[in-house]
């Protein structure tokens, strides 16, 4: 027990540190802004090479791809992780994007995630998985817990089944701040990937939720 709490403080004392003094990543949702197919198009080509300088840069941190339409035409839509310093600046940052600039397509919703510790990109379908702590559990049990579902998440990514991992910070209600996480597993639905969920101890105990969005098929990003 000694080493599992051990685990989760070394962690979240590294996390902490790291939050202070550099950027963290933001989880980016698009939807089309557009009911023609071939303005998008035409603009795709431009599209690629400003958003491959992105990933040139090291700005973005994962990419999941998935089907959409437009007008009933089937297009592909991107989720991706961007590295930023706030909200904002994770906006600022796609402001230039071709597609972006001609409002073809609009940003839905932009989430802060942490910062990622874990990495592993097989072709599947990926689920994120959100947690959340719920208010009243005791500090100390919390820490156990952590300390069991962190080296879970490591266990987890090295099966196959959780294909990224961000940590991040939760202020609770009593001033109380501990590590929260979110994962990307592989699921073949949204039901399985909830069940997936239950092998963490926070979940299975009822001291978390759970929120659960379909990301895509994860991609290689190569510099």
């Known amino acids: 027990m000694k080493k599992l ?8 004392a590294s996390l902490s540190v790291s939050t202070a003094v ?3 990543d933001y989880g980016v949702e698009l939807a089309w802004n557009t009911n023609d197919a071939n303005d998008v198009l035409a603009t795709m080509s431009e599209q690629r090479a400003a958003f491959g300088q992105l990933v040139n840069n090291g700005e973005i941190k994962d990419m999941f791809v998935f089907d959409s ?4 035409k089937p297009m592909k839509l991107i989720r991706f992780v961007i590295d930023a310093t706030d ?4 906006k600022a940052k ?7 600039k001609k409002e073809l397509v609009k940003i839905n919703n932009v989430r802060l995630l942490g910062n990622k510790w874990l990495d592993n990109t097989p072709v599947h379908k990926n689920y994120g998985v959100t947690f959340t ?5 005791d500090a100390l049990e919390m820490d156990r817990v952590l300390g069991v579902d962190l080296q879970r998440v490591i266990g987890l990514n090295q099966a196959g089944l959780i294909t990224s991992s961000y940590l991040n910070t939760q202020m609770l209600a009593d001033g109380v701040e501990r590590p929260i996480y979110n994962v990307s597993f592989l699921a073949t639905d949204a039901q399985h990937a909830r069940e997936l ?3 963490f101890e926070a979940v299975n105990l009822g001291y978390a939720t759970v929120e659960v969005m379909y990301l895509g098929h994860k991609v290689q990003l190569t510099q």
């Open 5 to 12: 709490m051990t685990i989760a403080t070394v962690i979240f």
């Open 94 to 100: 796609l402001a230039n994007l071709p597609l972006y």
């Open 22 to 24: 550099s950027a963290a």
């Open 87 to 90: 909200e904002a600046n994770a």
């Open 197 to 199: 969920s239950k092998q």
């Open 69 to 72: 339409s437009i007008d009933g």
């Open 133 to 137: 702590w719920r208010e009243g559990i």
